[in-house]
């Protein structure tokens, strides 16, 4: 039986940092060290201030605080956690390629080449490598070649073992996993991280695969979660003609048992650091078997999304007498859902560009998202300069700041604070006609309109 003592993990961001943080509580007698080379992220996930650390989630201040110095390391030193480690965890990111073959759609796997090489480089004693990235089914066969022929003797068991959790709920998913996946070879390999879970998941709730199943289980649930977004969303632009409202049809599908009413939430579109990766990731791999029907159909998703957001810039602009040269539009969050300070590839993002466009003014309050990622999200598009951003881009720390005086409210995140808001107040400070455009359906639309405000809500 292999006995793991110390575990190490490559890549200190939004999966590696909790995930270790909740094994390292769960398991007081493994030492786990989460190494990243952004120093200034180790800096933060070592601040004595709980509250700087650098993924903001619910309920993870306490756990940090319960492991960190005890078992639980963060470092910048990576070749000493390697040597030292018997289990090794690659959590780094695998965003999708911008350049070369596959560009716009394969995942960049040149982090977990890079972390590959390294630990071939480093390792003195044998290891079980442990896949936490999500990845293209079959990286294990190349990270198994890179492993191999380092002609050190020593030897490597590659696992697969995708992380679930969803940000904003990383804690609870963490602690009461719907299931853990391990794909593996080696059976022993496979036990002893079994065995690591069991410090708390019941056993019958860790899934054992073949190590192909599980690299592909994971790109497919984000899929099929994507889709049912996707679906409903698409519904919703049938409610907004008709007359039906999406809540109320999701609500009436949903109690079949077949179908089940989780995540069909009508919303201006998902955003998320993965699952438009992932797909993506899907669909290249399809083609590159020449399924192309099989392709053509996952791909559908993301344009439905793409769409989603932009029809519903289309429709402030086109309530707002089809211009918003100049106006204020106040946009109540940016990242891409609520209880995170995660803006990767946020709806806000896109809708905020196709208005900047047409040179609205944009104020922006978001309870956890800093003004520096704004900008840099903005900026990152390259659709105008830096200084163009600045110049239509207000950010705010208070709410009241970006809806004072502006002609129109955009809600973007579903953040819960906005529900508690006095409206009426809200809307005598606003130019009149105020609009209220709902992109989550968060607010009751019928006491908002007995206010007085011009309300539009995503699907109704
Ligand atoms: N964000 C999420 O909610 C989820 C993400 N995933 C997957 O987990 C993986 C990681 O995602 P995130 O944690 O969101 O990414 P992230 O970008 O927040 O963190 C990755 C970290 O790896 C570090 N890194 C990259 N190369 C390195 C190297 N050679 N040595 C040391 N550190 C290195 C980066 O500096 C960065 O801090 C991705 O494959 C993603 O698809 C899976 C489930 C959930
Ligand atoms: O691989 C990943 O990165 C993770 O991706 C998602 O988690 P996450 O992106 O953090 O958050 P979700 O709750 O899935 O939301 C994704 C997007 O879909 C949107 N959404 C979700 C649910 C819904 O009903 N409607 C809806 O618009 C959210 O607002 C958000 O923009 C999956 O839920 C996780 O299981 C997975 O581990």
């Not at 190490?8 to 007698?29: D, E, F, H, L, R």
């Not at 977990?112 to 390294?118: D, F, K, V």
């Not at 769409?307 to 940016?334: C, D, P």
Request: glycine share 6%.
């Amino acid at each position: 039986m292999i006995n793991i003592q110390k575990i190490t993990c490559i890549g200190a961001g939004y999966v590696g940092g909790p995930t270790m943080s909740v094994i390292a509580q769960k398991n007081p007698n493994v030492e786990v060290t989460v190494v990243d080379l952004n120093q200034q992220r180790i800096a933060a996930w070592n601040d004595e201030n709980l509250e700087n650390l650098p993924v903001y989630e619910p309920g993870l201040d306490a756990v940090v605080g319960e492991a960190r110095g005890r078992n639980l390391f963060f470092s910048t030193d990576v070749d000493k956690a390697i040597d030292e480690a018997d289990m090794i965890f690659i959590s780094v990111n695998t965003p999708t390629k911008t350049y070369g073959k596959g560009k716009g759609q394969a995942a960049d796997l040149k982090y977990i080449e890079l972390c590959a090489r390294q630990i071939a480089t480093v390792a003195k004693s044998d290891k079980i490598v442990v896949e936490k990235s999500t990845l293209p089914v079959r990286t294990a066969e190349a990270l198994k070649s890179i492993l191999d022929h380092t002609g050190n003797g020593v030897n490597f068991h590659i696992l697969s073992n995708p992380e679930f959790l969803a940000e904003g709920t990383a804690v609870t998913d963490l602690h009461n996993p719907d299931r853990v996946l391990i794909g593996g070879e080696d059976a022993e390999a496979i036990e002893a991280l079994v065995q690591v879970y069991e410090a708390w998941v019941p056993r019958e709730r860790i899934l054992t695969t073949n190590l192909w199943s599980s690299e592909l289980s994971k790109l497919v649930a984000n899929a099929f979660l994507a889709q049912r977004v996707s679906s409903i969303n698409a519904i919703s632009e049938l409610c907004e003609v008709t007359g039906a409202n999406v809540d109320e049809v999701a609500h009436a599908i949903g109690k079949d048992s077949r179908i089940g009413s989780k995540f069909l939430k009508a919303s201006v579109g998902f955003g998320g650091s993965c699952f438009q990766k992932d797909i993506l990731n899907l669909v290249y791999i399809a083609r590159s078997y020449h399924l192309n029907e099989v392709a053509d159909y996952w791909e559908q998703v993301i344009l439905l999304n793409d769409h989603q957001k932009t029809r519903f810039a289309e429709r402030i602009i086109k309530n707002m007498y089809n211009t918003v040269n100049g106006k204020q539009i106040a946009f109540l969050g940016w990242a891409f859902k609520k209880d995170t300070n995660d803006t990767r590839e946020s709806a806000a993002i896109y809708v905020a560009d196709h208005l900047l466009d047409e040179e609205a003014n944009i104020i922006v309050y978001d309870p956890k998202v800093s003004a520096e990622q704004i900008y840099r999200d903005l900026d990152y598009l390259g659709t105008r300069s830096p200084e163009e951003n600045r110049r239509l881009v207000t950010v705010v720390s208070t709410a009241d700041q970006a809806v004072n005086g502006s002609h129109a409210v955009a809600i973007l995140t579903e953040w819960d604070e906005f529900k508690h808001y006095d409206w009426a107040k809200i809307k005598e400070n606003m130019k009149r006609p105020a609009f209220l455009f709902d992109g989550r359906k968060l607010l009751h639309g019928v006491e908002l309109q007995k206010i007085g405000f011009s309300y539009y809500a995503i699907g109704e």
